[in-house]
């Protein structure tokens, strides 16, 4: 595995996190005639979304991407805190991307443990894995100030899970379910992109990335045959 870090100023984060996913789209497309892409939630990548859209738009063939989500919260698709409806907002829709180009992690009419397996049934059969790991060309996460990522909270349940690609997860801090994957599946990852911006996150950022504490969850993602890239903004790279 190969780490890079980027730390992108004067708002840019968004800008730079846009020009690498079209380099790694044409990457994929030009190999493999297809770029599959799962997505974080949060906030954090509502900027992307918008170059995504208002300057890639004509530049990417978008039929060629698949979208995933890395998380979900427990909410009905509309509901304001979905991730998958957050993406939906901001990038699918404005793109006309419609379905099968994107699955979201079903969270009406059934239980989460039922969702986790359902999430996890649907990603071995698009790519055909029914008993090795899929490698998703790209893996976008979000950090929380407690070094979570996807929905893999500082001591829950879902940390240990490796026999899973998704999994159910009680987050007590939250008194929530969520649905993530797992990191089994985010460490088959082609590439894993971080995108991270604040300075309440810049403690845990610097502890990190120096390896000065290696338990938080964010410091277990290590895509074994990827590349991980840390973009950060000046804010949360206040520390390195
Ligand atoms: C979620 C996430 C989570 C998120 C981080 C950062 O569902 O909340 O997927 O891991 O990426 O909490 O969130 P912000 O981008 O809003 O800071």
């Given amino acids: 595995m190969k780490t890079k870090v980027e730390i992108i100023g004067n708002k840019k984060l968004g800008e730079r996190a846009a020009e690498h996913f079209y380099f790694l789209a044409q990457k994929y497309i030009a190999t493999k005639n297809q770029f599959t892409v799962a997505l974080s939630g949060g906030s954090t990548p509502k900027n992307l979304y918008s170059y995504l859209v208002n300057f890639y738009h004509t530049k990417i063939d978008w039929r060629k991407l698949y979208f995933f989500w890395s998380d979900e919260r427990f909410v009905p698709f509309d509901h ?9 907002t901001f990038l699918l829709k404005p793109l006309k991307i419609q379905k099968p180009n994107y699955f979201p992690i079903p ?4 239980e989460p443990v039922q969702s986790a397996l359902e999430y996890e049934s649907n990603l071995r059969f698009f790519f055909g894995e029914k008993e090795t790991t899929p490698q998703i060309d790209l893996i976008l996460l979000g950090m929380g100030e407690d070094g979570h990522t996807a929905s893999l909270f500082p001591n829950t349940e879902a940390l ?15 008194n ?13 990852a082609q590439n894993v992109i971080f995108l991270v911006t604040g ?12 390896k000065k504490n290696t338990s938080y ?17 000046e804010q949360a790279a206040k520390y390195l």
């Fill in 160 to 174: 240990n899970k490796t026999d899973r690609l998704v999994k159910e997860n009680w987050i007590p801090k939250l």
């Fill in 107 to 110: 969270t009406e009419d059934i």
């Fill in 199 to 210: 300075k309440e996150k810049a403690t845990v950022v610097r502890d990190i990335l120096s």
């Fill in 217 to 233: 969850p964010s410091a277990l993602v290590h895509p074994k045959a990827g590349e991980l890239l840390w973009l950060l903004d």
């Fill in 80 to 88: 304001a805190e979905s991730n998958g409806g957050m993406a939906f």
């Fill in 176 to 188: 929530t379910w969520r649905i993530t994957f797992t990191f089994k599946l985010i460490n088959s």
